[in-house]
């Protein structure tokens, strides 16, 4: 008699848990529809981000990245996923959002993304996305991504929001400082015959010191450019290398 009645209070407990799973399945359902519907109101898109906050499943994630990248989505419900996903330390999290620091997203967003990464791990191809957008920044290249308009805050232009943004992918950079320099190595040629005038001074204006070692072999490899081999120089000179980090005197 007693094992029936374990069998049976056990068979209420798993169908208990069936349905408490099954309910909270159709609520996340139920929020995710809402995300993708642009008849729905803020507040209910906002109601949607907070019961989410708590689903951390893979499904769920999946389901918000697909949100989060599909261009039909609405930009305010985007910035909403960018914040929630801040919360998230999944290295797939971070490189979804690293692939919004593209030209064609609103400067906005790419503000609310660099914000959103800051304090988090930056994985190779997250890092090489950042240093894409530095290097589509960087002095002197076309500023065709910002528009003089006002931004979405109040009184701050679409350069000014951009400036700020660049600071912050400035700030993960430096956090992930040894992915940095293994990426400046890596697609910038930094250490090699040929290395990008992007690579040298951006390892000397992040203040890498692991860039060192390759800045020494790159110039002691340009022989025949004088003009990178001054900025090898300055660079080192700006980053103080020494024997520590530097095996070429």
Not at 102 to 108: D, F, I, R, S, V
Not at 142 to 170: F, W, Y
Request: proline fraction near 4%.
């Amino acid at each position: 008699m007693k094992k029936i009645l374990v069998t049976v209070l056990f068979g209420a407990a798993v169908a208990a848990l069936a349905v408490y799973a099954l309910r909270g399945r159709t609520q996340t359902n139920a929020a995710i529809a809402t995300l993708k519907d642009w008849a729905k109101g803020t507040d209910e898109q906002r109601r949607a981000i907070q019961l989410l906050e708590s689903k951390d499943d893979p499904e769920t994630l999946h389901e918000l990245l697909g949100i989060l990248s599909a261009p039909g989505t609405r930009p305010d419900v985007r910035i909403l996923i960018v914040q929630l996903l801040s919360k998230r330390n999944s290295p797939e999290a971070e490189l979804a959002l690293s692939e919004l620091m593209q030209p064609h997203n609103a400067p906005n967003l790419r503000h609310e993304v660099g914000m959103a990464l800051h304090g988090h791990r930056c994985e190779p191809a997250c890092a090489q996305n950042l240093l894409h957008f530095l290097e589509r920044s960087w002095p002197g290249q076309s500023s065709d991504e910002l528009p003089t308009q006002q931004g979405s805050r109040s009184g701050d232009t679409l350069e000014q929001v951009e400036s700020e943004t660049i600071a912050e992918v400035a700030d993960i950079l430096v956090s992930n400082r040894d992915t940095t320099a293994l990426q400046l190595r890596k697609v910038y040629g930094l250490g090699s015959l040929h290395p990008s005038r992007f690579a040298i001074q951006t390892a000397s204006l992040l203040g890498l010191r692991e860039a060192c070692s390759d800045l020494a072999k790159s110039y002691l490899l340009e022989v025949s450019n004088e003009e990178t081999k001054a900025l090898i120089r300055k660079a080192r000179q700006q980053l103080a290398c020494d024997s520590k980090t530097d095996p070429i005197q």
